[in-house]
């Protein structure tokens, strides 16, 4: 099982919207709705910030959200800040009962 | 208060074994499976394999079936992941983390054990 393919980095100013892409196949991202993101802060264990393709955990800020189209989920954090500096990474459900997660995706704040 | 309590920092040389325990607590045991996750220095995370809530099925992703054992003991909740025949590669933190039966994602995570492999 290959890992899911995300940019290796994103960035963008503060306020700005940023988006993360994680391109999977038919066998994995296209085959179920089983698509959670993951923010992961220097050092630390991640977190889970989306779960089921868009939805949010209590507590977590709407600011992020999910969507997915075909084989590929995507992450948007709207008017960022300096706090979503991190390291994120989508995971999906795979049609032989496993789990992979995508490359991860190094978001910077101007 | 749910908590996943790793067992410490372990250095090992290549060929031997290590195991990494993960004391569960707070929650109804049988509602939740517990997936090992593991991150390389400056990798990203690597998703291990699942220990099944009911009947104690474990599923290994396929690059560490026959090497990677995940056992749990019932009567102290806790849970366990040895790897075989270790070389540099698997120089790593290893993470234990909960699933909600059915939920798909991981909503609690072990604080990480580094597990480092020296000559």
């Known amino acids: 099982q290959s890992a899911l393919t995300q940019p290796a980095s994103v960035s963008g100013s503060p306020g700005q919207s940023i988006t993360i892409s994680c391109t999977g196949t038919?066998?994995?991202?296209?085959?179920?709705?089983?698509v959670s993101w993951y923010q992961q802060h220097t050092g630390k264990a991640p977190k889970v910030i989306i779960y089921d393709v868009s939805y949010r955990p209590s507590g977590v800020s709407d600011r992020f959200s999910g969507s997915k189209s075909g084989n590929t989920a995507s992450l948007t954090i709207s008017g960022l800040q300096a706090e979503d500096e991190a390291d994120y990474y989508c995971k999906s459900y795979t049609t032989t009962y496993t789990y992979v997660f995508g490359t991860g995706t190094k978001v910077t704040v101007l | 208060q749910v908590h996943l309590l790793q067992s410490g920092a372990e250095v090992k040389k290549p060929g031997a074994s290590v195991k990494v325990s993960c004391k569960a607590s707070?929650?109804?045991?049988?509602?939740?499976?517990i997936h090992w996750v593991r991150q390389a220095p400056g990798q990203g995370l690597e998703w291990m394999g699942i220990?099944?809530?009911?009947?104690?099925?474990?599923i290994y992703a396929q690059n560490f079936q026959g090497r990677v054992t995940m056992t749990r003991d019932t009567s102290t909740n806790t849970y366990y992941m040895e790897v075989n025949s270790l070389t540099s590669e698997d120089t790593a933190v290893y993470y234990c983390a909960r699933e909600g039966v059915e939920s798909y994602f991981l909503d609690y995570w072990g604080q990480g054990t580094l597990v480092t492999v020296s000559s």
């Open positions: 038919s066998r994995d991202v296209g085959a179920y709705n089983h």
């Open positions: 707070g929650y109804p045991f049988s509602r939740y499976h």
């Open positions: 220990k099944l809530s009911s009947g104690g099925d474990t």
